[in-house]
C-alpha cells in the first residue's frame, strides 16, 4: 500500500514539470541576447543634417538697466551685436527722432495754418473763399463768416432786424461779415459805411459805399450780391469800377 503512494505522488510531481516545460516551450522559450542590443533611449538616432529638430535653447535671464547705465559684464548680445541695453537705447533714440519731428511739423502747421499761399484768397468750386495763410486773424474771421452766407439768396432789408436771416442784401451782407470777426456790434447800411473805420483802401480789407450799395474787397476777393456768377456766391474774382465809391477800411487792416 505504501508503495503504490510513493508511485502515485511521483506521477503526479513528473506530470507537473511536463506541464511547465510544455508552457514554456509554447512561450517561445528563452529570447535571444544579441550581441547589438542596446538600451531603449540609445535607440533613437540622431537628427539628420539640415534637420530642425534640435534641442530647445537654453533660456536667457534678462537683466534690468536703468537709464544711462551700461550693461552688467557678461550681458547678452543679440544677433548683431548689440546688448540688450544697447538696443534699448537705439529703439529710445529713434523715438526721441520721430517725437522731434512731429513736435517741428506741428510747430510749422501752427505758424502757417491752413489756406493758400501769397496774399490772395481764393475761390472753391463750391463759391467758399479760402484765407491766405499769412493773413491776420480778422480777415481770416471775416472771410470764414462770410462763406456761411455767401450764397444765401438776396433780401431787401435782409441782416438788420436779425444777425440770422433767411437772406441778405449788400450791406447787410457786409455787416455780417464784418461782425463775424468782431468789427461790428450792429449792421450798418450802405451809408453808415461811408463814414466807417479809416478811410481810404487798407492793405487787406476796403469797403466800398455809396447812398445806394456797398460792397468790399478781402483778401483780394470781392465780396457781393451783384454780379454773382454760376457758382450763385458773394465772393468772386472778378473787378468793378469803384469811381463811384467811398473807400474806408477797418483799422490797422
Not at 93 to 115: M, T, V, W, Y
Not at 213 to 236: E, I, K, N
Request: charged share 20%; aromatic share 8%.
Amino acid at each position: 500500500m505504501r508503495n503504490v503512494f510513493v508511485t502515485a505522488l511521483l506521477v503526479a510531481v513528473l506530470a507537473t514539470a511536463d506541464l511547465g516545460i510544455a508552457t514554456f516551450a509554447s512561450n517561445g522559450g528563452v529570447p535571444d541576447r544579441s550581441p547589438e542590443a542596446r538600451p531603449a533611449a540609445a535607440q533613437v538616432d540622431p537628427p539628420s543634417q539640415g534637420s530642425t529638430d534640435y534641442p530647445a535653447p537654453r533660456p536667457r535671464v534678462a537683466v534690468a538697466v536703468g537709464p544711462g547705465e551700461d550693461p552688467p559684464p557678461g550681458a547678452v548680445t543679440g544677433d548683431e551685436g548689440e546688448t540688450a541695453g544697447s538696443a534699448r537705447d537705439s529703439a529710445r533714440a529713434s523715438d526721441d527722432e520721430i517725437r522731434d519731428e512731429l513736435a517741428q511739423f506741428k510747430k510749422e502747421l501752427r505758424s502757417s495754418g491752413p489756406g493758400v499761399n501769397g496774399p490772395r484768397a481764393k475761390v472753391l468750386p463750391n463759391g467758399d473763399a479760402v484765407a491766405p495763410r499769412n493773413a491776420p486773424r480778422a480777415v481770416k474771421a471775416m472771410i470764414a463768416a462770410g462763406n456761411t452766407i455767401a450764397r444765401e439768396p438776396y433780401k431787401w432789408g435782409g441782416g438788420h432786424g436779425a444777425w440770422q436771416d433767411d437772406g441778405y442784401d449788400c450791406s447787410g451782407s457786409v455787416s455780417f461779415a464784418l461782425a463775424g470777426a468782431g468789427l461790428l456790434s450792429a449792421p450798418l447800411n450802405s451809408t453808415g459805411f461811408m463814414s466807417w473805420g479809416d478811410e481810404g483802401e487798407g492793405k487787406w480789407v476796403t469797403i466800398y459805399a455809396n447812398d445806394g450799395h456797398v460792397f468790399m474787397y478781402v483778401a483780394g476777393l470781392r465780396f457781393d450780391t451783384s454780379g454773382r456768377g454760376s457758382r450763385g456766391s458773394r465772393w468772386q474774382t472778378s473787378m468793378r469800377d469803384t469811381g463811384a465809391y467811398t473807400a474806408v477800411h477797418p483799422p490797422g487792416l
